[in-house]
T-cell receptor
């Protein structure tokens, strides 16, 4: 069974540009999460999808971030326009059931904004 | 609110040394506690977990006990190996389904 995959693994963009990150969860997992780790700090929750619906987006930092999960399969996270402080590693995770089930993480996308 | 404080790194140990990585938490309600590990070039993997007070999670020689009285979940291993070199994250989850993580501790084990 394939794990959670993320694309790209690394992205370098200039301030003001747009970047789209993609996450493919484990097949059959209804729950999909985005997290972010800014350099040297804790990994922070961004948002949670159940199928195609946003269950919780309380961690989204501002309206420059837009997450979608069309059809309840893969998800994209777009940053537009990117700022320097958006640099970090963006992790995606998926889980099968809601409460108490393990979240399986992807390898992350390292975003560098220059 | 919910938060996790974990031991600052990096930690460098010789092979077969004893490892402790401290983790304390603040939480509303009754959290479940986790240790995740990230090996170089890989995603986060669940290492072990404990869902209630006094539970002990264990895996691959690592152990951690859920201590409600001290709000702690320290990670221990009696004899580390080079292959244990990784970044270790302590985390909790409460009624909402999102994980709260600590800052991570990088462990390097030298032969």
């Amino acid at each position: 069974e394939a794990g959670v995959t993320q694309f790209p693994s690394h992205s370098v963009i200039e301030k003001g540009q747009t970047v789209t990150l993609r996450c493919d969860p484990i097949s059959g997992h209804d729950n999909l999460y985005w997290y972010r780790r800014v350099m040297g700090k804790e990994i922070k929750f961004l948002l949670h999808f159940v199928k195609e619906s946003k269950q919780d987006e309380s961690g989204m930092p501002n309206n420059r971030f837009l997450a979608e999960r069309t059809g309840g399969t893969y998800s994209t996270l777009k940053v537009q326009p990117a700022e320097l402080e958006d640099s970090g590693v963006y992790f995606c995770a998926s889980s099968q059931e809601l409460r108490g089930s393990e979240q399986y993480f992807g390898p992350g996308t390292r975003l560098t904004v220059t | 609110g919910n938060s996790v404080t974990q031991m600052e790194g990096p930690v460098t140990l010789s092979e077969e040394a004893f490892l402790t990585i401290n983790c304390t938490y603040t939480a509303t309600g009754y959290p479940s506690l986790f240790w995740y590990v990230q090996y170089p070039g890989e995603g986060l993997q669940l290492l072990l977990k404990a869902t209630k007070a006094d539970d002990k999670g264990s895996n691959k020689g690592f152990e951690a006990t859920y201590r409600k009285e001290t709000t702690s979940f320290h990670l221990e291993k009696g004899s580390v190996q080079v292959s244990d070199s990784a970044v270790y994250f302590c985390a909790l989850i409460t009624g909402a389904n999102n994980l709260f993580f600590g800052t991570g501790t990088r462990l390097t084990v030298i032969p």
